[in-house]
């Protein structure tokens, strides 16, 4: 396909109805993973390994597959790949409604990681479309989609649980699914000639063809640090929040909070993405980063759950614009042909911060107390800057890379 070509508009709007309905689906089993791994029999005790280990065996499946099925998106397309992905959750979601113990339930958590990728492929179709000067707009709106599904996921499957119970809330994810599929093959357009078997590019070929490797790999640190700085709160801000005060509604009100950088990021992509464009994708995310640095250090010192909550609403700005950045440069940096699988492996850096954050929240907070994690994941945020900016300066005074 032609950069620039007259449907990437109707392409960009369907594939942010499929990324918000995959966001949706997938976030809308997390409230209660933990309550229905105790109804398959878990015993007392371990229910919080079992459901640590069904996420976490999901998140480290699609990072080791998600090079694969970009190196498959490279050769035969990415709406086919965007297909496959849909197509399978249809059963590694829904089938869970049918799990008869733990053991299949994490069987199926794994095949859901092995099987995911919608949403790292839809970025990659829209990228390989769009005009390079409405690349930081049209990648920052995609965004929003997932954005928003995640945001609105967790507390429709606790309503939906309340009121149809676990097991049919499964096979409502399916029916989701199942809806992507067809919006998908019926309204995505993506002129792809295939490659033949053997002649695609290798990944060593398509990082060659990287214009500055030093940067690439910058931009994959970014990613993970990312998301490992915005989940590394997550485990101990419920705690954090009765630390500062709170004792009516406390679950509803972090809940709230949780969900304020995400309601911030799906306002703003859009437009950072397009003030990235205006002024250079480099220059917006070094700006990010030192805004996402202050925000964080400034949360360790809140002392009420309106000042977290006003902080964490002003962190996702930050996110807003770092996420967009980072897509946006990759897709200047990598060769067309190769830019599927440069962008799963973004996805793996992307899997890891998802792990490594609540992890190194944990265990920070139960050995230095809450504000340390505020402190800790703002150092990881100020190396990313002091490193990106080394990575840009000889980009400072030049608009386009």
């Not at 099987?115 to 965004?143: C, E, H, M, R, W």
């Not at 993970?224 to 101990?236: E, F, H, K, R, W």
């Not at 990235?276 to 809140?302: E, K, P, Q, T, W």
């Not at 009420?304 to 440069?329: C, D, E, I, K, W």
Request: hydrophobic share 50%.
């Amino acid at each position: 396909m032609e950069e620039g070509s007259s449907y990437w508009k109707q392409n960009l709007k369907v594939a942010w109805l499929g990324n918000f309905l995959t966001g949706t689906s997938f976030t809308l089993v997390m409230p209660f993973i933990s309550v229905f791994v105790e109804e398959l029999g878990v015993g007392p005790g371990q229910v919080e390994y079992y459901a640590g280990l069904a996420v976490s065996a999901n998140a480290l499946a699609a990072a080791l597959m998600a090079p694969i099925w970009g190196s498959l998106a490279d050769r035969y397309g990415r709406k086919p790949m965007m297909v496959r992905a849909a197509f399978a959750m249809i059963f590694t979601m829904g089938g869970m409604a049918f799990v008869p113990n733990v053991f299949w339930l994490i069987v199926l958590r794994i095949l859901n990681g092995m099987f995911t990728g919608y949403i790292p492929n839809a970025t990659a179709l829209i990228a390989s479309q769009v005009p390079k000067d409405k690349t930081g707009y049209a990648l920052g709106t995609l965004s929003t989609g997932a954005v928003a599904g995640n945001l609105i996921g967790p507390t429709l499957g606790g309503i939906l649980a309340e009121m149809f119970g676990v097991h049919n809330v499964f096979l409502l994810v399916g029916l989701l699914y199942l809806l992507v599929v067809l919006l998908t093959v019926f309204f995505i357009r993506e002129d792809f000639v295939p490659v033949k078997k053997g002649e695609e590019m290798t990944i060593s070929q398509v990082f060659a063809g990287v214009k500055d490797k030093q940067m690439l790999i910058g931009l994959f640190i970014t990613s993970m640090i990312i998301l490992t700085a915005a989940q590394s709160v997550v485990p101990i801000l419920t705690l954090y929040v009765r630390h500062l005060g709170q004792v009516d509604n406390l679950l509803f009100a972090a809940g709230l909070i949780i969900s304020l950088p995400g309601l911030a990021s799906l306002f703003m992509s859009g437009p950072l993405g397009k003030l990235g464009d205006r002024i250079g994708n480099h220059r917006l995310l070094l700006l990010a980063l030192a805004y996402s640095l202050l925000i964080n250090v400034l949360c360790a010192f809140a002392t009420s759950p309106v000042q977290l909550g006003f902080l964490r609403f002003m962190y996702g700005f930050g996110t807003g614009a770092l996420l967009p950045s980072v897509n946006s440069l990759l897709t200047k940096l990598t060769p067309k042909a190769g830019i599927s699988r440069i962008f799963s492996y973004n996805q793996i850096f992307n899997n890891m911060g998802s792990v490594f954050g609540p992890m190194l929240g944990s265990a920070v907070a139960a050995h230095y107390g809450y504000d340390w994690v505020f402190y800790v994941s703002s150092g990881l945020v100020m190396v990313n800057l002091i490193w990106s900016f080394i990575n840009f300066r000889k980009y400072v005074k030049v608009r386009d890379i």
